[in-house]
T-cell receptor, first 114, second 114 residues
């Protein structure tokens, strides 16, 4: 079946540094990539939607300059958390979507900012 | 504004019995609903979906019921197995107006006791 590979699965970084999270669709081309974050015992909150070759659409309240999304190809999307702070510590998940396959989620990235 | 709500944060059932997980929504434009199973530090795993043109969809031990007039859906798992223990999320999309973006509920922790 369709697989989305998300890396890294966990990362610890110092406050003020930037972290890049990658999602690759391994055997299909993702029309759209969604990025979510999840706080403990809470829902998955949509952060942004990106389509290949165009700028991402951010949800209300999500800082686009802090959470940089690049969707340079149909198989790769990246989320960069810039100048990370402890409050950015969370679980980040990507989801690729195509009309044929539907939604395929990555395995998530646990980000801890110290 | 929580458009998809799962009012029960947890549910405990005995192995072999039926598990019923509930979900309510407020957006009448939602026309496609999905249920996902999620373990900690992993991405969601798709279980079953239903379109608004149907009121029931069945796949093995999983059945989803949709009551559009009540804006309510439920996931039935029968018979429940200890391996079903996880957090279950319902999600909805309004394909006509919002494309493929999903809105998730808060999740229900299901525990199936042997």
């Amino acid at each position: 079946g369709a697989v989305v590979s998300q890396h890294p699965s966990w990362v610890i970084c110092k406050s003020g540094t930037s972290v890049k999270i990658e999602c690759r669709s391994l055997d299909f081309q993702a029309t759209t990539m969604f990025w979510y974050r999840q706080f403990p015992k809470q829902s998955l909150m949509l952060m942004a939607t990106s389509n290949e070759g165009s700028k991402a659409t951010y949800e209300q309240g999500v800082e686009k300059d802090k959470f940089l999304i690049n969707h340079a190809s149909l198989t790769l999307s990246t989320l960069t958390v810039t100048s990370a702070h402890p409050e950015d510590s969370s679980f980040y998940i990507c989801s690729a979507w195509t009309a044929v396959i539907g939604y395929t989620f990555g395995s998530g990235t646990r980000l801890t900012v110290v | 504004d929580q458009q998809v709500k799962q009012n029960s944060p947890s549910l405990s059932v005995q192995e072999g019995r039926i598990s019923i997980l509930n979900c309510d929504y407020t957006n009448s434009m939602f026309d496609y609903f999905l249920w996902y199973k999620k373990y900690p530090a992993e991405g969601p795993t798709f279980l079953i979906s239903i379109s608004s043109i149907k009121d029931k969809n069945e796949d093995g031990r999983f059945t989803v019921f949709l009551n559009k007039s009540a804006k309510h859906l439920s996931l039935h798992i029968v018979p429940s197995q200890p391996g079903d223990s996880a957090v279950y999320f319902c999600a909805a999309s309004a394909r006509e107006t919002s494309g493929s973006r999903l809105t998730f509920g808060e999740g229900t922790q299901l525990t199936v006791n042997p």
